[in-house]
């Protein structure tokens, strides 16, 4: 083994030992009875906050979350600074101001994640140097190709740590307590907030009974946050919405939102037809993009024209399994609704490193409704 491929491994042996001995200090030291105020307090929202009404069927948004407005915000500390240099800040802030929330709950998910990959780089270091030690080097060009592996490696190694550096120091928070900050911040209105914690996104696999207390209270709200941010223009929640009620979701992999909801035809092909008639005309480049040969086409024309024809795909099957008569009181509803709507801006920007949209203007949405993870810097762009 190379000399920098053993720095890497001690480097990443002692980020790792770091990151569990921090945990375990947190843990020794804090129990439910202490635990930060800003989290208990965004657990123990008052009863009339903490499940607004079911919204099925056509009712409209639950008016009890605010609209959001940045007018009067803050700005956040900057995303380069050491996240242990602005924790108590966003500590202190996140009790009144919801993109401080959204951030502090997006920073530690952000900062779990690393502790996780370092833990897999870790496990994974002894195999790969396992493979490198039986890979042949009788010929330059095995030698070249096992020091190609070797440096790609090292640097994926080297990114990593370099990464890690942000979350030096700095403890984990417990599941449970994580998502009680996105939902304080998506129960304050801020945008992303609401689509992450809406969808399920706050809540890891890995974690789900760290966090049971916490998914019970996102049981009874998240259809209401989600349909709340739909109705604001949020696209994605309203694809997200739309195949969490059809009833074809029990072949689909179901996410959180689509395990709170009851099936529901007529609200599904509603939602669905609402979708389809707020987006754009389709470009002229982007139906060449779609009709371009496969290793050709550029991408963003593609994902627009492909997110068309799944819409369209959906309507069709709802469509062919229902009565007329509730196809016409699916329209009547989607049509009622788009009324009120607030269309999404298709000219605004996207914060630097956020996903970026279609070229039709539409924000990507993923396979049967999923919703990308929000970035930390999207909790200050909206």
Known sequence: ??????????????????????????????????????????ATVAPSQAAPPRAGGGNGPNASIPRY???????????????????????????????????????????????????????????????LERMPKDTPQQREQRKRMADSYQSMTDKLLTQSEHCADVPPMSAEQRAGYWRRAALAGHPAAMRHYASGNAFRQQQLLDALPALATYRGEAESIARTAAMRGDRRMLASLAYAYSPRRDSMRR??????????????LSLFLQLRDSLPPAQPDAVADAAAPAGTRPGLGRSAVG????????????????????????????????QSWNRPNAQ???????????????????????????????CDSV
């Open 255 to 268: 996410n959180f939102l689509g395990q709170t909801v009851k099936s529901d035809p007529v609200e599904s």
């Open 307 to 338: 997110q068309r024809e799944s819409i369209e795909a959906q309507i069709r099957a709802l469509t062919r399994d229902m009565s007329p008569e509730q196809a016409s009181q699916a329209r009547e509803r989607a049509g009622e609704r788009a």
């Open 1 to 42: 083994m190379t000399t920098p491929m053993k720095q890497g491994r001690n480097a990443l042996w002692l980020l790792a030992l770091a990151a569990t001995g921090a945990g375990m200090y947190f843990w020794g030291r804090h129990t439910g009875a202490d635990a930060p105020a800003e989290a208990s307090t965004a």
């Open 69 to 131: 407005s940045t007018g009067t915000a803050r700005p956040l500390p900057s995303l380069e600074t050491p996240l242990r240099l602005v924790l108590p800040e966003l500590q202190r802030r996140a009790a009144n101001e919801p993109a401080a929330a959204c951030r502090l709950a997006a920073e530690m998910e952000y900062c779990d994640g690393l502790r996780q990959r370092l833990a897999g780089a870790e496990n994974g270091l002894d195999n790969f140097e396992r493979q």
């Open 348 to 378: 605004q920007t996207p914060a630097p490193g956020a996903e970026s949209s279609t070229s039709d203007g539409m924000p990507p949405f993923l396979l049967q409704g999923a919703v990308q993870d929000i970035q930390r810097q999207e």
